[in-house]
T-cell receptor, first 117, second 111 residues
Framework: GAGVSQSPSNKVTEKGKDVELRCDPI?????LYWYRQSLGQGLEFLIY????????KSGLPSDRFSAERTGGSVSTLTIQRTQQEDSAVYLC???????????????FGEGSRLTVL | DAKTTQPNSMESNEEEPVHLPCNHS???????IHWYRQLPSQGPEYVIH???SNVNNRMASLAIAEDRKSSTLILHRATLRDAAVYYC????????????FGTGTRLQVTL
């Protein structure tokens, strides 16, 4: 597809279970971002990948959260031992890396809605 | 990241212009001003960005103050489809770093 694709679109899980959320960025985009948005709140940055550089993990809320990006393309966000406060929409975005212009417009997917019971 | 300040909410009538303000008094010389918007139940989408000069595109115009400490996103004729949360974000040049979203301005458009 032409846009950022995320799956699953909806996930309901029980507290304590592990979940994996997948993001398929736009082809050719070297930068990939994960954000989460709790109900009625703004976007919270989680992690950022840029090419082969070490990811910026500064937004991950705890060590239960991890993400990887294989082959510079698809990314998986994993949440271990889910808690009710992890319930949110998890948004993935990708962009081209540009230099000097401050652009690199982010293209967002439609998100994965996670509900932890 | 330098901070931006926006009103929590604004209202507009349909087909009237809308001016969405953003203050960024601590902006650095290399920061670009980006605007994104988030329609209900969707991910954010890019609207416009600029550095010093005013900018126009098919979606909106961006007016940047001469001292760059504030900017205004202008929707020339608001429609019901423009009802969204609008985010003003500063982004350093020369990098594809993360965008830090604030709380934005929720725009309501009424008939």
């Amino acid at each position: 597809g032409a846009g950022v694709s995320q799956s699953p679109s909806n996930k309901v899980t029980e507290k304590g279970k592990d979940v994996e959320l997948r993001c398929d960025p736009i082809s050719g985009h070297t930068a990939l971002y994960w954000y989460r948005q709790s109900l009625g709140q703004g976007l919270e940055f989680l992690i950022y990948f840029q090419g082969n550089s070490a990811p910026d993990k500064s937004g991950l809320p705890s060590d239960r959260f991890s993400a990887e990006r294989t082959g510079g393309s698809v990314s998986t966000l994993t949440i271990q031992r889910t808690q009710q406060e992890d319930s949110a929409v998890y948004l993935c975005a990708s962009s081209l890396r540009t230099r000097g212009s401050g652009t690199g417009e982010l293209f967002f997917g439609e998100g994965s809605r996670l509900t932890v019971l | 990241d330098a901070k931006t300040t926006q009103p929590n909410s604004m209202e507009s009538n349909e087909e009237e212009p809308v001016h969405l303000p953003c203050n960024h008094s601590t902006i650095s010389g290399t920061d670009y001003i980006h605007w994104y918007r988030q329609l209900p139940s969707q991910g954010p989408e890019y609207v416009i960005h600029g550095l010093t000069s005013n900018v126009n595109n098919r979606m909106a115009s961006l007016a940047i103050a001469e001292d760059r400490k504030s900017s205004t996103l202008i929707l020339h004729r608001a429609t019901l489809r423009d009802a969204a949360v609008y985010y003003c974000i500063l982004r350093a040049a020369g990098t594809a770093s993360k965008l830090t979203f604030g709380t934005g301005t929720r725009l309501q458009v009424t008939l």
